[in-house]
C-alpha cells in the first residue's frame, strides 16, 4: 500500500523538481528513512496521542540543515496528509527512479574469496553494457561458495557456485562412463 502511495508523491514531485533536485532529495529522505530503524523513532511518529503537527515538526527539525523550502513543504503536505510512515517507502522507490531514469545502477559482488578490484571494475562495465546503462559493484566478502553478482534494481542476479559447479562436473563425467 505505501509503495503505491509513494509512486504518486514521487509522480508529483517528478513533475515539479529537475533530475538534479530530485537527486538531492532522495539523498534527504534516504537519512530520514534510517530514521525510521530505530525503535524510539517510530514508536514516537507512530504514537496517536502525539499530534501530526509535533511530528512535522520533528522532521522538520531534521532537514533544517537543507535549507529547502520544496523539503520542507513536501514534508509538512505528508504530515497533513498523515503520510509520514512512508517516508522510507518514498525512499526506496525514490532511488529506483532516479536509478532507471539515469540509467545509473549499484550492485554488490559476494565471495567467500577475495576479488580484485579491476575485476570487479570490468565486470561492472560489461553488465553495464549489456544493459546499456552504468552500473558500479562494491565487493563483499561472504560465505557464498562462489561468486555471485546482484543488481537488485536492475533485477540481476548471477552466481557460480563451486559446489554446482563440482556437481555438474561428477554428472557429466558419470553421463560420459
Not at 529522505?29 to 496517536?48: G, Q, R, T, Y
Not at 579491476?118 to 558500479?136: A, M, P
Amino acid at each position: 500500500m505505501s509503495e503505491l502511495v509513494a509512486k504518486r508523491y514521487i509522480k508529483a514531485l517528478k513533475s515539479d523538481l529537475d533530475n538534479d533536485s530530485l537527486i538531492s532529495l532522495s539523498e534527504i529522505f534516504s537519512e530520514l528513512a534510517l530514521s525510521f530503524k530505530d525503535e524510539n523513532f517510530k514508536n514516537v511518529i507512530s504514537n496517536p496521542s502525539i499530534s501530526d503537527s509535533d511530528k512535522t515538526n520533528i522532521l522538520l527539525d531534521a532537514v533544517k540543515s537543507a535549507k529547502s523550502d520544496k523539503v520542507n513543504n513536501f514534508i509538512k503536505l505528508l504530515g497533513e496528509n498523515k503520510r509520514l510512515n512512508v517516508i522510507p517507502s518514498l525512499s526506496v522507490a525514490l532511488k529506483k527512479d532516479i536509478a532507471q531514469s539515469t540509467k545509473t545502477y549499484h550492485g554488490v559482488v559476494y565471495s567467500d574469496n577475495d576479488i580484485d578490484a579491476s575485476v570487479v571494475k570490468n565486470l561492472g562495465d560489461g553488465l553495464g553494457k549489456k544493459y546499456d546503462s552504468q552500473i558500479t559493484l562494491d565487493f563483499v566478502k561472504s560465505d557464498f561458495d562462489g561468486v555471485k553478482v546482484d543488481v537488485e534494481d536492475l533485477g540481476i542476479e548471477i552466481n557460480f557456485s563451486k559446489s554446482r559447479i563440482n556437481d555438474q562436473i561428477i554428472e557429466h563425467i558419470v553421463k560420459a562412463i
